[in-house]
C-alpha cells in the first residue's frame, strides 16, 4: 500500500465521491438489508423469543460506538488507508463468523465485529474528504455523498428480500462480504493517501484522554451529546422491531421492505431540507421545534390507539412513522453539530467521544424499547413520546447554562 499522498491524483471528482459514498453507505447496508431476514436467522439459530432477534441489529450498534472511539485517533497516527483497510477486514471476518454460525451466540459476537469493523470506514473517510477538500469544496463532496447515502436505507431492505427469496439468509452476509471487498480494493488501488507523514500524530493516550475529559466536561457538547443519545435511542428501537410491527401486527409479508423505506425516505427528505431550515431557523430553535412537533405527534397517536381500543390501522401508523420521522431527519445532524461547536480546537477526538456516547446511549434506550414490544405499537409510539421529552428537557438544561448564545 503506497502511504505517499498524491495530492495529483488521477482519481477523478465522480469516481473519488462515489468512493466516499460507499464507504459511508456500509453502516446502513449492513443493518438495514439484514431486516427482512431476522425471522429466519431466529428460527434457524433456535431463538425461542422473538424479541432476542433485535439483538442481532442492537449489538451491531455496540461495535459501533466503541469502534469509533479507537479509528479517529488511530488515522491520524498510522494514515487512513490502513486505518480503512484495518476496519474492513475485521469487517470482513465478522461476516464470514456471522455466516459459519451455528448458534445465536456466535451470530452475535460476529455482528458486534462487523460494527467494530465498519465503524473504521465510516469514521476515517470523513477525515479522507477533509485531508483533500475545505469548505465549500468538502461542503460539495459532502452533499453528493450524502445524496447517496440517503438513499441507502431505502433501497437496503429490498435488496435483503430479494436475497432472501433468491436464497437465505447466509447468502446476506455473502453480499456484505463481496461489498467490503469491492470497497478494499477501489479503496487500494485508487485511493491516495491523504496524510502525509509529516502531519500524522505519535498516538498519545494522555492527549487523547485529556481531549476526551474536556469533550465531557464541556456543557453544550454533554447535553447534546445526551439529547442525541435520546433520539437516536427511539429510532435504533423502531430499527430492531420495525420488522416485528409490520409482519406480526399488520401482516404485510413481502411488502415490509417498501412500507419500511417510505419511512427512511421521510428521513432523507428533511435531511436534504436541513440545510435551508437552519439558515432560517438556526440550529437551536429548530431543534427545539422538531423535537416538540415529534413528541406531540407521538403522543397524539398513542391517544388514538388507546382510544380505540386496538392498534392503529396501516395507514394510520404509516402517517405516525413518516410526519415523525421527518423531524429525526432534522436532529440527527442539528444534535451533533451543536454537540462539536465549541470543540473545534480537538475536532477528531471531540467526534469520536461525541459519536460513541450517542451511540452508546442510545443503544441502551432503543434495546429497551425494543424489548417492550409486546404485539401492539404502543410501546412504540410511548417510547417516541418520552424519549422526546426527555430530549426537550436535557435541552432546556444544557441551553439554560449557556449566556447569550455562547457554547461554555
Known amino acids: 500500500m503506497n502511504d505517499t499522498p498524491q495530492a495529483n491524483s488521477k482519481q477523478s471528482l465522480p469516481e473519488f465521491i462515489g468512493l466516499v459514498a460507499l464507504l459511508f453507505s456500509m453502516v446502513a447496508l449492513t443493518i438495514d438489508s439484514m431486516l427482512p431476514a431476522l425471522p429466519a436467522i431466529g428460527?434457524?439459530?433456535?431463538?425461542?423469543?422473538?424479541?432476542?432477534?433485535?439483538?442481532?441489529?442492537?449489538?451491531?450498534?455496540?461495535?459501533?460506538?466503541?469502534g469509533q472511539l479507537v479509528?479517529?485517533?488511530?488515522?491520524?497516527?498510522?494514515?487512513?488507508?490502513?486505518?480503512?483497510?484495518?476496519?474492513?477486514?475485521?469487517?470482513?471476518?465478522?461476516?464470514?463468523?456471522?455466516?459459519?454460525?451455528?448458534?445465536?451466540?456466535?451470530?452475535?459476537?460476529?455482528?458486534?465485529?462487523?460494527?467494530?469493523?465498519?465503524?473504521?470506514?465510516?469514521?476515517?473517510?470523513?477525515?479522507?474528504?477533509?485531508?483533500?477538500?475545505?469548505?465549500?469544496?468538502?461542503?460539495?463532496?459532502?452533499?453528493?455523498?450524502?445524496?447517496?447515502?440517503?438513499?441507502?436505507?431505502?433501497?437496503?431492505?429490498?435488496?435483503g428480500q430479494l436475497i432472501?427469496?433468491?436464497?437465505?439468509?447466509?447468502?446476506?452476509?455473502?453480499?456484505?462480504?463481496?461489498?467490503?471487498?469491492?470497497?478494499?480494493?477501489?479503496?487500494?488501488?485508487?485511493?491516495?493517501?491523504?496524510?502525509?507523514?509529516?502531519?500524522?500524530?505519535?498516538?498519545?493516550?494522555?492527549?487523547?484522554?485529556?481531549?476526551?475529559?474536556e469533550t465531557c466536561t464541556t456543557r453544550a457538547a454533554l447535553g447534546y451529546t445526551i439529547a442525541a443519545g435520546l433520539i437516536f435511542g427511539a429510532f435504533i428501537g423502531y430499527l430492531t422491531s420495525a420488522q416485528q410491527i409490520f409482519q406480526d401486527i399488520y401482516a404485510v409479508g413481502e411488502m415490509f421492505p417498501i412500507y419500511f423505506s417510505v419511512m427512511a425516505l421521510s428521513i432523507g427528505v428533511s435531511s436534504i431540507l436541513n440545510a435551508g431550515l437552519v439558515d432560517r431557523f438556526g440550529m437551536?430553535?429548530?431543534?427545539?421545534?422538531?423535537?416538540?412537533?415529534?413528541?406531540?405527534?407521538?403522543?397524539?397517536?398513542?391517544?388514538?390507539?388507546?382510544?380505540?381500543?386496538?392498534?392503529?390501522?396501516?395507514?394510520?401508523?404509516?402517517?405516525?412513522?413518516?410526519?415523525?420521522?421527518?423531524?429525526?431527519?432534522l436532529l440527527f445532524g442539528n444534535l451533533n453539530a451543536l454537540a462539536m461547536e465549541p470543540l473545534g480546537h480537538i475536532a477528531g477526538t471531540a467526534s469520536a467521544v461525541v459519536g460513541a456516547g450517542s451511540t452508546m446511549l442510545?443503544?441502551?434506550?432503543?434495546?429497551?424499547?425494543?424489548?417492550?414490544?409486546?404485539?401492539?405499537?404502543?410501546?412504540?409510539?410511548?417510547g417516541f413520546a418520552v424519549l422526546g421529552s426527555l430530549g426537550i428537557l436535557t435541552m432546556l438544561i444544557t441551553n439554560k447554562g449557556l449566556k447569550h448564545g455562547t457554547i461554555g
Open 362 to 382: 442510545a443503544l441502551i434506550f432503543g434495546s429497551l424499547l425494543g424489548q417492550a414490544y409486546n404485539g401492539t405499537a404502543q410501546p412504540m409510539l410511548a
Open 164 to 213: 432472501l427469496t433468491l436464497f437465505n439468509w447466509h447468502a446476506i452476509f455473502i453480499f456484505l462480504i463481496v461489498l467490503g471487498c469491492i470497497a478494499a480494493a477501489w479503496m487500494t488501488l485508487r485511493l491516495p493517501e491523504t496524510l502525509a507523514p509529516e502531519n500524522r500524530m505519535p498516538l498519545s493516550f494522555r492527549r487523547i484522554g485529556h481531549a476526551a475529559i
Open 71 to 159: 479509528y479517529g485517533p488511530v488515522s491520524d497516527s498510522i494514515g487512513r488507508k490502513r486505518a480503512i483497510m484495518a476496519g474492513l477486514l475485521l469487517f470482513g471476518f465478522g461476516c464470514i463468523l456471522s455466516l459459519v454460525s451455528h448458534d445465536f451466540e456466535t451470530m452475535l459476537i460476529g455482528r458486534i465485529l462487523q460494527g467494530l469493523g465498519v465503524a473504521g470506514p465510516r469514521t476515517v473517510t470523513m477525515a479522507v474528504v477533509r485531508d483533500r477538500y475545505a469548505g465549500r469544496g468538502m461542503a460539495r463532496i459532502m452533499s453528493f455523498a450524502m445524496a447517496v447515502f440517503i438513499l441507502v436505507p431505502v433501497v437496503a431492505p429490498s435488496i
Open 43 to 66: 428460527s434457524s439459530l433456535g431463538v425461542a423469543d422473538q424479541n432476542e432477534t433485535q439483538f442481532v441489529v442492537s449489538l451491531f450498534f455496540l461495535g459501533f460506538a466503541i
Open 284 to 329: 437551536r430553535l429548530l431543534s427545539f421545534i422538531a423535537l416538540s412537533a415529534m413528541v406531540l405527534i407521538s403522543i397524539l397517536f398513542f391517544a388514538i390507539e388507546l382510544s380505540i381500543g386496538h392498534d392503529l390501522p396501516l395507514w394510520a401508523f404509516m402517517v405516525w412513522g413518516v410526519s415523525s420521522f421527518f423531524w429525526v431527519g
